[in-house]
């Protein structure tokens, strides 16, 4: 295996594909490749060229957690899913863009059951344990989007620049469809570059989890507040970030037996998300 | 310095002292298992079956013996001695033979000169494994085709069972079975597979002697019991097997059984290089037994005033692929499924069965903190049928001295079961801490996910009890050798010698303030302990360490001195102490063939505060207090840690520690996947400490590390069911169980 250090966006893009893999900070990649859920000829080290940093309201992909959890330029929504993702030392290795697109927690993804999203014709979660799986999205994987700052992005109305086009958060995420398995509509080679952060009135992320601190989320709710109302967004209850309008938007789950309780979890939480913006 | 001013700082007998690797630890500088180096050494891997039911077809390591840096590549067929191994029953191999039965289990071995080479290597190694269907439902177990064709454990004075798949069975009749109450209440309840979850993975590094023989340096919990399997498989003399120990991070019953031992000696043996092998995090999840999972049916007839007539169980106990010390903890779960209780008549049915889940055995409470979650639910179910209050349903049937337990053994020496109810009861519980607050003193903690909307506050208590030392007649005595000899200015100097395993509990610390107060003198140092200058101290586990080290170094203390003071300028005395003997239990009636089956009891009572957001079913343990037995507390801040310790590993049991298999694979092998509570889980413990000395025992002791964990898991979801009305009949309570209530 080797490492390449490109020192321009173009260099790193041709840099990937064919066996090749972008690293970032390397807090999902790394333990990923020690279990062979990914293969990789050659690293590619985005250090040199993607952004970090903040600057009004873009920040840079390669800006880690930590910093952003700190910075008060930041819209609390996000300072506070920052703040409550992962432990401290993976939030100074790990960086936003590397935590958007992190790979499901899925344990039957993650010890390589041949499941749908690894491109076979099941959904082991739907017909085994699935307690931290989805309610929604979830008729062919079943897989629950782990990233709280991506819920709090969407909540934002973020926007995104990668190294081919600009487009809103909720266009960087897809869901996974018989002909193409991918939740995210990155190409090969692309790389996520900036996030544009519109500033709200006022923003929250509320995250039930299963101990005090350092779990990810079973559920958790981003509430921003703009002129023109209120936008909402859930991690945990879908393979890939979720909008919803409102909490009757609740009443169109389509949860499995085990994760029935997310829905019971998510009413209260938005209703107080919610209660907290306004 | 002054002589007092050095007493007080290095501690007697029941002062508190400061462990002596409490600084080491937390700097960093203590060494563990896995720091463990030697020059020249080569690494060693293990190959693990990925299935938890197949037979070995074929195993080809050709090409992972062509590999740079590997050295050699082992299997089966490279055990020289016996193929098995076990610590009851030799039905365990050494690496699989012709079958897997769990997932994990270990097929073959590679040692090389890097961590990596090896592990590449043994992904070289070509396994040709045909699926067998898996046993993994304990209820279907005893009716599938059995997992082990001759049944090892069969015979043994154990009550003949002949359906598959019976690990062992137990019945205790007491009295009358059929008697019947005025009031009976009963429910069905289940625990989870509980891991140690113990920060230290396995680890170790075997050193070939040169001479055939080996030396083996392991984080374990008894060093000898290790060396009297280890041997046989290496087709070796015991004396040419040393094990010594290792730096232990952590063990409460998973380091009992064997892990690298016999495979890091194999190598070192193969290669005539040092050997080292350490577990990943998610490999030590398969490299340990856990905590059976159970499924337990109670049924408690009362008298309208409260008093117990009949007590009925039947415990299902999920004991996988092989026997570790099962069939112990089946005992355990049945003799201690009544609780502390006093009761005329009873019939305790526990059965564990092999499977192809992941082997269970020893965890912290072995057996009790099973029952224990069932009794006291049932005792709380009992309280509310009758409308008396619970804490005076518990004082009214509390046993005592010269009660009758289930097994026909009479309570004898120390038994403050009652005192311990009364003490915790009368703990002060905390007011409700105003709001707003903090939302990390609510529940739901960091995530801000309540301001103390939907919450609702819960008081619970629980009452439990285990046996300090070995049961059912084995003698696991204790050896101490102690050297004197006249140092500078004459002084006395001492050397104790004491192969008792420090895994944390601070049995060090023990030894050495015994040590000192028997000898007199400040000079006193305990070796490193190994099965070669030492005979065996049993195992450090069942409570037992204290009062056994305590003991055996007492006793080889006083003997020492006195030939010292006769004059001998250099002495060297070995003693080995025993417990009072027990006896076996008949395998028809459950019922003691002597005096008694357990040498002593120990008992806690808990009370326990939770507020839970019946909303979001989020929880917060918000206070703990507890009154515990202890006997005489030879350390008192060690016993404080050990309460708070042990009551923290109930709490991950109540509240989220699980492991998930499917189809007998793990599928939450990690820390990030099997959640254990951090410090912010973990409210502050007021604890008690009931002092009341053991007549058999030296100084008074019982054993303290295993009561907070029987008790604690029954006492959190005590509060939980006060505080939401649920039943919460299963273990871990989690959001899912809670949310929307
Ligand atoms: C134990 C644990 C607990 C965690 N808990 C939480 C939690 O509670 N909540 C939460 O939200 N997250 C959690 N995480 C996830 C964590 O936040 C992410 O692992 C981290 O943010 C990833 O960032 P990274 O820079 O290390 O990414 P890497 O591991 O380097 O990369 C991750 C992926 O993104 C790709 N990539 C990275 N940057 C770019 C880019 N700029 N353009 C294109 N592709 C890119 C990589 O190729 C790789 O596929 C947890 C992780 C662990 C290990
Ligand atoms: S939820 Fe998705 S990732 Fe998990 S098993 Fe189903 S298809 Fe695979």
Redesign the pocket.
């Known amino acids: 295996m080797q490492l390449l250090r490109p020192e321009s966006v173009e260099a790193a893009a041709a840099a990937l594909g064919n066996g090749s893999v972008a690293l970032a900070g390397g807090t999902d990649l790394v333990p990923m490749l020690r279990d062979r859920l990914v293969s990789a000829e050659t690293l590619v080290e985005l250090k040199e060229v993607v952004p970090r940093g903040v600057e009004g309201t873009r920040i840079g992909a390669g800006t880690t957690l930590a910093e952003l959890e700190v910075d008060p330029e930041i819209p609390a929504a996000l300072r506070e899913a920052c703040a409550l993702a992962a432990s401290p030392q993976l939030r100074s290795m790990g960086t936003i863009g590397g935590n958007l697109l992190q790979a499901?927690r899925?344990w039957?993804?993650r010890l390589d059951?041949p499941?749908?999203?690894?491109g076979g014709s099941?959904?082991?979660?739907?017909e085994g344990a699935?307690r931290e799986?989805?309610i929604f999205g979830?008729e062919?994987?079943?897989?629950a989007h782990p990233s709280d700052p991506a819920a709090a992005l969407l909540a934002l109305g973020a926007r995104v620049r990668t190294s081919r086009r600009e487009l809103g958060l909720e266009e960087l995420y897809r869901l996974p469809t018989e002909d193409d398995r991918n939740v995210t509509a990155l190409e090969p080679g692309e790389l996520i570059l900036e996030l544009d952060v519109p500033r709200p009135e006022a923003s929250v992320y509320l995250k039930a989890m299963d101990r005090a601190r350092w779990a990810f989320p079973l559920v958790g709710v981003a509430a921003a507040r703009f002129a023109d109302g209120v936008r909402l967004a859930l991690a945990g209850v879908a393979?890939i970030p979720w909008r919803l309008d409102s909490e009757t938007d609740l009443d169109r789950a389509t949860p499995l037996p085990g994760t029935a309780y997310k829905v019971e979890l998510a009413r209260p939480l938005i209703r107080r998300a919610l209660h907290s913006v306004t | 310095m002054s002589t007092t001013a050095r007493r007080l700082e290095l501690g007697r007998v029941g002062e508190t002292t400061r462990r002596v690797d409490a600084i080491p630890k937390v700097t960093g500088e203590f060494a563990y298992a896995s720091d463990l180096f030697a020059a020249g050494m080569l690494w060693g891997h293990t190959v693990r079956s990925p299935h938890a039911h197949a037979r070995i077809v074929e195993i080809d390591i050709s090409q992972a013996l062509a590999m740079a840096g590997v050295h050699g590549v082992l299997t089966h067929t490279d055990v020289p001695g016996a193929k098995t191994y076990g610590l009851e029953f030799a039905d365990q191999p050494v690496l699989a033979i012709d079958r897997v039965r769990y997932f994990g289990e270990p097929v073959a071995l590679v040692a090389a000169e890097h961590p990596e080479q090896a592990r590449r290597a043994a992904e070289r190694i070509q396994v040709e494994y045909e699926p067998l269907e898996p046993v993994v439902d304990p209820e279907r177990a005893t009716e599938q085709e059995p997992l082990h064709e001759e049944n090892p454990t069969a015979g043994h004075g154990f009550r003949d069972d002949q359906r598959p798949n019976v690990l062992r069975s137990i019945a205790i009749r007491h009295g009358d079975p059929d008697a019947e109450g005025e009031v009976s209440v009963s429910g069905v309840y289940e625990l989870g597979m509980q891991d140690q979850a113990f920060l230290g993975p396995e680890s170790g590094l075997a050193v070939p002697d040169g001479e055939g023989g080996v030396d083996i340096y392991v984080a374990t919990q008894w060093l000898h019991v290790d060396r009297d399997q280890v041997a046989p498989c290496l087709g070796l003399e015991k004396e040419q097997v040393r094990i010594h120990l290792s730096g232990v991070g952590g063990a409460f019953g998973g380091r009992e059984d064997l892990s690298m031992q016999v495979h890091g000696a194999l190598l070192a043996l193969h290669t005539s290089r040092p050997v080292k092998m350490v577990y990943s995090r998610e490999e030590s999840f398969v490299g340990h037994v856990h905590r059976h999972p159970a499924k337990i049916w109670m049924e408690h007839r009362a008298t309208k005033a409260g008093r117990l007539v009949n007590v009925r169980a039947q415990i299902l106990l999920d004991g996988g692929a092989y026997a570790s010390s099962s069939a112990a903890v089946t005992s355990n779960a049945a003799c201690f499924a009544v609780g502390p209780y006093s009761v005329d008549n009873a019939l305790i049915e526990c059965t564990c069965v092999y499977s192809n889940n992941p082997p269970c055995g020893a965890m912290r409470g072995f057996g009790a903190v099973q029952s224990c979650f069932a009794h006291e639910a049932q005792m709380d179910k009992l309280a509310t049928a009758l409308g008396i209050d619970p804490v005076e349903l518990r004082l009214l049937n509390a046993l005592a001295p010269g009660d009758t337990l289930p097994t026909g053994q009479k309570v004898s020496g120390s038994f403050p079961a009652a005192e311990v109810i009364r003490r915790a009861a009368e703990l002060p519980v905390p007011e409700a801490e105003e709001l707003p607050r903090d939302p990390i003193r609510l529940p739901g903690g960091a995530g801000n996910t309540t301001h103390g909307q939907g919450v609702k506050r819960g008081v619970g208590f629980a009452v439990g009890f285990k046996n300090v030392c070995y049961s059912e007649g084995f003698d696991d005595a204790c050896a101490a050798r102690v050297r004197l000899w006249k140092g500078a200015d004459d002084e006395l100097v001492g050397e104790v010698h004491c192969a008792g395993a420090e895994v944390g509990q601070g049995v060090t610390n023990v030894i050495l303030q015994v040590a000192r107060t028997e000898l007199g003198t400040e000079n006193v140092a305990l070796a490193p302990g190994s099965t070669a200058d030492v005979e065996s101290s049993g195992s450090a586990s069942a409570s037992r360490l204290t009062w056994m080290a305590a003991g055996a170094v007492r006793l080889a203390c006083r003997d020492a001195l006195a030939e010292f003071e006769a004059g001998r300028s250099a002495v060297d005395v070995q003693r080995t102490y025993h417990h009072p003997r027990t006896a076996p239990l008949d395998p028809e009636t459950g019922q003691v063939k002597g005096d008694r089956v357990h040498v002593a009891y120990m008992c806690a009572a808990m009370r326990v505060v939770v507020e839970v957001d019946v909303e979001l079913g989020l929880t917060r343990v918000v206070w703990i207090g507890t009154a515990q037995d202890v006997g005489k507390a030879l350390n008192p801040q060690a016993v404080h840690g050990q309460i708070e310790g042990g009551t923290a590993q109930g709490l991950g049991l109540a509240l989220m520690e699980e492991i998930q298999t499917r189809d007998g694979l793990i599928t939450n092998a990690s820390f990030t996947d099997y959640l254990i509570p951090t410090t912010l889980d973990m409210p502050p413990v007021e604890a008690e400490l009931i002092e009341e000395e053991e007549p058999d025992a030296p100084y008074g002791v019982k054993g303290v590390g295993e009561p907070p964990t029987v008790v604690s898991t029954a006492a959190v979801v005590s509060a939980l069911r006060d505080a939401t009305g649920s039943e919460l009949a299963r273990v871990p309570v989690r959001p899912d169980e809670l949310a929307g209530l």
């Not at chain 1, 062919?140 to 897989?143: F, K, Q, T, V």
């Open positions: 499901t899925c039957y993804w059951f499941c749908f999203l690894h099941r959904c082991h979660a739907r699935h799986h989805a979830n062919r994987c079943a897989s393979p």
